[in-house]
């Protein structure tokens, strides 16, 4: 359901429509076919899409691309990286996500269903 969310969230940004059906089963086919291989489970990232979003990423490309600079910097920059505090790291993550937090969306729940507000907030923050 996260790579769903994450759709929806960049799809509403975008004004395009996502049909939910075609994400799960996508979703679906992949992992089933990923367990004969033993493969990990297939999800979508909410942090590295926002990422890409931001970025002005239109296609799967980026992804490859992402996949590359990554293993540069594992193999090559990793001591330049290992004095940073992990607070600075998780600092880049919220502000890449917080451009897909509808704050709209809680000001009209906070109008109309408060209990709705308190489950969505109890979200927020565990997650």
Request: charge should be neutral; glycine fraction near 4%; proline fraction near 4%.
């Amino acid at each position: 359901l996260e790579s769903f969310a994450v759709a929806r969230a960049i799809a509403e940004k975008e004004h395009y429509e996502v049909d939910p059906r075609q994400e799960l089963l996508a979703l679906g086919i992949c992992n089933v076919v990923g367990s004969f291989f033993r493969c990990m489970p297939v999800t979508g990232s909410f942090s590295r899409s926002a990422v890409n979003f931001q970025a002005g990423a239109k296609s799967t490309i980026s992804s490859m691309v992402t996949a590359v600079a990554v293993l540069i910097v594992v193999l090559f920059l990793t001591p330049l990286f290992e004095p940073l505090p992990q607070a600075v790291l998780g600092a880049i993550i919220v502000v890449a996500v917080s451009s897909l937090v509808n704050f709209q969306e809680m000001k009209h729940l906070w109008k109309t269903d408060r209990r709705d507000l308190f489950l969505l907030l109890v979200s927020f923050g565990s997650t």
